[in-house]
């Protein structure tokens, strides 16, 4: 069973950029969608970007579009986010996702009830 484990949250001021990893154990990821969510507070998890499992698809949800970037390196087993600009409301934990059960999936999964495998979250605060 594949296992993810995020790192690189912090305390950011308004404007700032913060760079987030997830590294993948016990399996490869290497043929799935791999995904960004975040929980801010008192909000639903919502989908922040996904990126296919060859890397030349993502997608992004409108309010992180432009700012954020995701990316991945099969052969490290790791999938980024690249995150510029930030705003006190991208305050969150953020949660990397695999889609486990599909392999080389063509579209970009963007619902939680896709993504199988869960990280245990990094803590992003940005600061106004």
């Known amino acids: 069973q594949v296992q993810l484990v995020e790192s690189g949250g912090g305390l950011v001021q308004a404007g700032g950029s913060l760079s987030l990893s997830c590294a993948a154990s016990g399996g490869t990821i290497s043929k799935n969608t791999m995904g960004w969510f975040r929980k801010r507070p008192g909000k639903e998890r919502e989908f922040v970007a996904g990126i296919s499992w060859s890397g030349e698809t993502a997608g992004y949800a409108d309010s992180t579009k432009g700012r954020f970037t995701i990316s991945r390196d099969n052969a490290k087993n790791s999938v980024y986010l690249q995150m510029n600009e930030l705003l006190p409301k991208d305050t969150a934990v953020y949660y990397c996702?695999?889609?486990?059960?599909?392999?080389?999936?063509?579209?970009?999964?963007?619902?939680?009830?896709?993504?199988?495998?869960w990280g245990r979250g990094t803590r992003v605060t940005v600061s106004s």
């Open positions: 996702a695999a889609e486990a059960t599909r392999e080389y999936g063509l579209v970009v999964a963007r619902t939680q009830l896709e993504y199988n495998v």
